[in-house]
Structures are given as C-alpha cells and as structure tokens.
C-alpha cells in the first residue's frame, strides 16, 4: 500500500470512531470535588430508590389486604345469602316436626309411608347440617334470653327453676351464628 492510501484508510477507520474530548470545567474540579460530588449523588440516588421501594411494598401489601377483605367479604355475602334460603327451607321442616308431634295422627299412618316420610326429613336435614345449618333443641337446659324465646311460664319447684321444660319450636344456628332463637317453656318457682 502506498502512504495515500494508507492515509486514506487511516482517516476512514477515524471517521467512525467516537473521540472522547476533556469536558471543560470552569471551576476547574480536583479529582477528589468530584468524587465527593458522585458520592452525594449516588447517596441521593440510594435514597430515591429506597423510597420507590418501600412505596411499591406499601402498594404490594394494601393490594393483598384488599384482595383478603374482598374475600373474606365475598364469603360473609354467600352466607347471608344462605341465610334467607335456610329460613325458608326451615318452614318445610316445621311441618315435618308438627307431622311427628301429633302423635295419634301418625301412629294411624301406614308404617311404610311413615319410615318414607322419615328418611326424607333425615335426608333434609342431613343437606342442611352439611351446609352449616344446626339444629337447638335446648330442652332441660338453663334458660338463656340472649339465645332462648319464652312463650310461657311454668310453675316448678326449686330445682327446675330457669330450666327448659318444654320446645315449642326448634332453634337454627347457621355457621355458628343464630338465625332462629328455638321458642321455649320456662319452669319458674311456685308462688
């Protein structure tokens, strides 16, 4: 190759290349300035991402709370709505517990149809239970207002004062909250 050409290609090779020239300062910065300068700015920088970050956990976090309460809200609306339906279904099983109470009636009844009519309250119930329902049938125990419905008082010695001496109509919880207080007959003392 000849000088020209190698000065050509020389210059070509050049033309792409990026040349770094010295900045110029006018304050005219010590090595040591500017390292301080970066320290404080990467000390900013640490700063403003630390906030970022502890912003965006808050976010993570509130967001997982709110998906929590919206389910745990959505379950809560589920069991109202079951509610309504299981006092509902509560009146079918009324008839069937006033059918079994008069006891003339049904011993009168052909012995198959009553073990059918049978199997299909069990049946009833058996769907209830397993959808959170619960019977109260509170007979002998100690009369609770909070829980209990008095219909009637009844005159009793000492011993079976407050004690439930009769269910006139059965009690409900649903999921373990009341939703038919049972309506009961109270021994009080003899005046």
């Known amino acids: 190759m000849t000088d020209e050409e190698n000065k050509k ?11 770094f020239e010295p900045e110029e300062d006018n304050d005219e910065e010590t090595p040591l300035a500017k390292i301080k300068k970066l320290k404080e700015e990467l000390k900013a920088a640490r700063k403003e991402r ?3 970050l502890t912003g965006w956990q808050r976010a993570k976090a509130d967001f997982i709370n709110a998906r929590r309460e919206e389910e745990k809200s959505r379950a809560e609306f589920a069991k109202g709505a079951n509610k309504d339906l299981m006092l509902d ?23 198959n149809w009553r073990r059918g009519v049978e199997y299909i309250y069990s049946q009833l119930l058996g769907a209830l239970e397993q959808n959170g329902l619960k019977q109260l049938n509170p007979e002998g125990e100690i009369f609770d207002p909070n829980i209990h419905t ?6 009793v010695e000492k011993e079976d004062e407050h004690k439930i001496l009769e269910v006139v109509q059965k009690g409900y919880t649903l999921n373990g909250s009341l939703i038919r207080s049972p309506k009961v007959k109270v021994g009080t003392i003899k005046d």
Do not use: C, G, H, R
């Not at 008095?150 to 005159?155: K, N, T």
């Open 50 to 52: 630390d906030e970022y």
């Open 150 to 155: 008095s219909v009637e008082s009844i005159p």
């Open 89 to 111: 279904v509560l009146a079918a099983v009324d008839s069937f517990d006033m059918a079994f109470a008069n006891k003339e009636s049904w011993q009168k009844a052909d012995e």
């Open 9 to 19: 290609e020389n210059t070509e090779e050049t033309a792409d290349d990026v040349v």
